[in-house]
């Protein structure tokens, strides 16, 4: 089994591969106050209400975006489970994947979606993650990642509003009945839902009248996207498992460097 984790600054999506399909996935918090030995007995007991073992690993990759816990998770692979994580970045084999961008500043995350999004459903193709952030890559017909942009999160945009604002009450983010709300809740929830869905198909449309790609589909992910996704008309697919199918991509694309 292949182990895969995407590290976000919220959470770590964590999925069980075999070579031909994704096993198991979990979502852990992205706690950097964790030891490793924490991280390997919360990892232990996924894999063993699942049937499998630290034995059962047969290598690891991993993508990240909060290099501070990056040490943290290494030392846990490589004492539980001795295998050395392949670490996602613009210096891996990323097969059919080039970069027209600043290769040391691109995160680890826009490179997996990218690799998935054209490995699975060609290009060219506009991937939206919402995320901590909501971010937006575009990868032409030849697979060169040609650059995007980043915008706030869903749920760190809720937040903001609640912080800055001493009156208003942290929401549950949920799409309202209608976009004129009677209430103070239901105000907040049609101004980030709706407002998040006006952004995503204001970009989108932009990048496809401003750019070659007006044919591109439009894919989604991230744990936001259905929220947003169920009110917009532009978005073609909804895959919320696309960082860790780029993750698989890439493990078989660069699994000879790992060390054991």
């Given at each position: 089994?292949?182990?895969?984790?995407d590290?976000?600054?919220?959470?770590?999506?964590?999925?069980?591969?075999?070579?031909?399909?994704?096993?198991?996935t979990?979502?852990?918090?992205?706690?950097?106050?964790r030891t490793a030995?924490?991280?390997?007995?919360?990892?232990?007991?996924?894999?063993?209400q699942?049937?499998?073992?630290?034995?059962?690993?047969?290598?690891?990759?991993?993508?990240?975006?909060?290099?501070?816990?990056?040490?943290?998770?290494?030392?846990?692979?490589?004492?539980?489970?001795?295998k050395?994580?392949i670490?996602?970045?613009?210096?891996?084999?990323?097969?059919?994947?080039?970069?027209d961008?600043?290769?040391?500043?691109?995160?680890?995350?826009?490179?997996?979606?990218?690799?998935?999004?054209?490995?699975?459903?060609?290009?060219p193709?506009?991937?939206?993650d919402f995320?901590?952030?909501?971010t937006?890559?575009v990868?032409?017909e030849?697979?060169?990642?040609?650059?995007?942009?980043?915008?706030?999160g869903?749920?760190?945009?809720?937040?903001?509003?609640?912080?800055?604002?001493?009156?208003?009450?942290?929401?549950?983010?949920?799409?309202?009945?209608?976009?004129i709300?009677?209430?103070?809740?239901?105000?907040?929830?049609?101004?980030?839902?709706?407002g998040f869905?006006?952004?995503?198909?204001y970009?989108?449309?932009?990048?496809?009248?401003?750019?070659?790609?007006r044919?591109?589909?439009?894919?989604?992910?991230?744990?936001?996207?259905?929220l947003?996704?169920?009110?917009?008309?532009?978005?073609?697919?909804?895959?919320r498992?696309l960082?860790?199918?780029?993750l698989?991509i890439?493990?078989?694309?660069?699994?000879?460097?790992?060390?054991?």
């Open positions: 089994m292949i182990l895969l984790m590290v976000g600054n919220t959470n770590i999506k964590i999925g069980l591969s075999n070579e031909k399909k994704h096993v198991f979990w979502r852990v918090a992205t706690d950097t106050s030995d924490e991280f390997g007995m919360v990892l232990f007991d996924l894999l063993s699942a049937g499998f073992t630290f034995n059962d690993i047969e290598g690891i990759i991993l993508s990240s975006v909060a290099p501070s816990i990056n040490y943290t998770l290494e030392h846990m692979c490589t004492f539980y489970m001795h050395k994580p670490m996602v970045s613009p210096k891996l084999n990323l097969g059919k994947i080039s970069l961008y600043t290769a040391h500043e691109l995160g680890s995350d826009r490179i997996i979606n990218a690799v998935a999004a054209y490995e699975l459903y060609s290009g193709v506009i991937i939206v995320g901590s952030c909501t937006f890559g990868v032409d030849n697979g060169v990642f040609r650059g995007g942009m980043i915008a706030p869903i749920k760190s945009s809720a937040e903001s509003l609640v912080n800055t604002a001493a009156k208003l009450p942290r929401i549950e983010l949920v799409k309202p009945s209608a976009v709300g009677k209430n103070t809740v239901e105000n907040m929830q049609a101004g980030v839902i709706y869905t006006g952004l995503v198909e970009i989108v449309n932009k990048i496809k009248s401003e750019s070659p790609f044919n591109a589909k439009v894919v989604a992910t991230g744990g936001m996207s259905q947003v996704t169920q009110n917009s008309n532009v978005i073609d697919i909804v895959d498992a960082s860790l199918k780029g698989k890439l493990y078989d694309y660069n699994k000879n460097i790992q060390s054991v």
